[in-house]
């Protein structure tokens, strides 16, 4: 088991209410840790504590908080209630994250929202938090969320697409820091989930779509990942393989190599030559 992962260290959840978040913490609280749920006020905050509780986890042992993560302010209050009452933090998994659908012209208005929270929360989590951990000494485990949209970026999304591949290029900046920085004992992970049936993508539906993973699937993937000492945690589910995440990715990457156009596996001269490379 990773170090960071010891019973009686402490985690901190981001986007903790439900879905992915809510998985996470509660596997965390499973193995042990004292685990602080933040997330934006309301019913699922309120709730979420009660969840783990009722899988097991003392009741002194979780705390919640409301935070938006696009408020530095409020992510530094964060580390000082998390630090004030449990100690210092050991794992740290920025997920907090949105998709309301943007438009490359912003019709929506929802650019620089998506923005704040999707890239700029990981990002301030990250510098408020990180510094700390190093300084305690103790090991660490800085886990954001990415998402496949942040590397193959398909056309439909802009802004979420830019906001994963910004969450992308930090996080590899991250590690490259910190296994650098002497005396440093924590580690940053890339965690990139596959179709994953919750709130955020469940677009009214009422029912897990066959093809897509559950949260406690993916987050089970994402520990056995960090186990194994991976970075880029790039998860399968019911409909897509490794094998075909990874064509699909050596493909974007290759629009840059081979000098074609951008998105060319959308484009129509190109996309039946991807089709018939995908099926080799």
């Given at each position: ?106 019709a929506e208005g929802n650019w620089d929202r998506i923005l704040e929270v999707n890239m700029g ?160």
């Open positions: 088991m990773h170090s960071a992962l010891a019973n009686g260290n402490v985690a901190v959840v981001t986007g903790g209410a439900s879905g992915i978040g809510l998985a996470a913490a509660s596997h965390l609280a499973g193995l042990g840790l004292r685990v602080c749920i933040a997330d934006l006020p309301g019913p699922a905050l309120d709730a979420a504590p009660s969840v783990l509780i009722a899988q097991g986890a003392a009741e002194a042992d979780v705390m919640a908080l409301a935070t938006d993560v696009s408020d530095r302010a409020q992510l530094t209050a964060l580390a000082d209630a998390v630090e004030a009452r449990f100690g210092s933090v050991n794992v740290l998994m920025n997920n907090a994250g949105m998709q309301p659908g943007s438009s490359i012209f912003d929360g990981i990002i301030r989590g990250s510098q408020i938090f990180a510094p700390r951990m190093i300084a305690s000494g103790a090991p660490g485990l800085i886990i954001n969320t990415g998402s496949k949209q942040g590397i193959t970026t398909p056309p439909g999304d802009p802004a979420y697409n830019v906001s994963k591949a910004g969450v992308k290029a930090f996080t590899e900046a991250l590690q490259h820091e910190l296994r650098n920085r002497e005396g440093a004992r924590v580690e940053a992970r890339l965690f990139i989930p596959g179709f994953v049936y919750t709130p955020l993508t469940a677009n009214g539906r009422t029912e897990k779509p066959d093809d897509a993973w559950t949260p406690e699937q993916v987050v089970a993937f994402l520990f056995e990942s960090v186990e194994r000492g991976d970075f880029y945690i790039l998860c399968p589910d019911n409909d897509v393989d490794r094998a075909t995440d990874v064509k699909r990715i050596l493909w974007a990457a290759g629009d840059i190599t081979e000098n074609r156009p951008p998105l060319s596996r959308w484009h129509p001269d190109y996309g039946d030559a991807f089709k018939a490379w995908l099926k080799k």
